[in-house]
């Protein structure tokens, strides 16, 4: 692939927008009114893992964050703000955490070496992989545990999302709000659910259930 110029990025723009308003008369004054999304995914920011894209939504279909290796940390203003504002203001329906196998910010917890600032984000991986040590213990290539440490790490960030305040408070309030877990193959393009939707308070473990 040739590098495109800012100045053909900005052309290729014009060519899209005015071919998506053709495609959808009245598109770009529907949405400039407000985003009504039923979706809050957050996924990694590896380049071949484009929200919209592989799940054939559309521009105002779906709230996106993005980050290393698809982490929602406590701590993590960014990520909560994200969470808040998609549950309480845009009353999404569904928050879907995606994963991928192949993650390098999964390869690189797994290693040793230093790799800079990252390795602190990336340190709850290692975690993960010391509390789900017996996993590992039967997996010979390098391959597949980097894939099964993938999907732990999917199933570990939708139980963080669920013990936040944020999304018990809605099923406290009575909302419908599923929170699911899949996972993307980079080498065929196709979504796997890793059934572990959740829907409501009593499916915590007791000790991260909220009682207000
Ligand atoms: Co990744």
Request: aromatic content about 6%; proline content about 2%; charged content about 20%.
């Amino acid at each position: 692939m040739t590098h495109s110029t800012i100045k053909q990025l900005i052309q290729q723009n014009h060519q899209w927008a005015q071919q998506f308003e053709a495609d959808n008369p009245g598109i770009f004054d529907k949405l400039a009114r407000q985003q009504n999304p039923e979706y809050l995914w957050i996924g990694c920011s590896d380049s071949r893992v484009p929200a919209n894209t592989i799940i054939g939504l559309q521009p105002g279909e779906v709230f996106v964050h993005r980050n290393v290796a698809n982490l929602v940390n406590h701590s993590d203003l960014n990520v909560l703000s994200v969470i808040e504002y998609a549950v309480n203001v845009l009353k999404v329906k569904d928050i879907i955490l995606c994963g991928h196998y192949g993650c390098g910010g999964v390869t690189a917890a797994l290693e040793r070496c230093e790799h800079g600032i990252v390795d602190n984000w990336l340190r709850v991986i290692k975690d993960t992989y010391r509390a789900h040590a017996d996993h590992f213990h039967a997996i010979e290539s390098e391959k597949e545990e980097i894939n099964l440490l993938c999907e732990i790490n999917v199933v570990e960030q939708v139980r963080n999302i669920c013990h936040t305040s944020i999304v018990q408070n809605a099923w406290i309030n009575g909302e419908a709000l599923s929170v699911h877990g899949v996972i993307y193959g980079v080498e065929d393009g196709i979504l796997k659910d890793l059934d572990v939707t959740t829907s409501g308070i009593d499916e915590l473990e007791s000790i991260y259930q909220l009682t207000n």
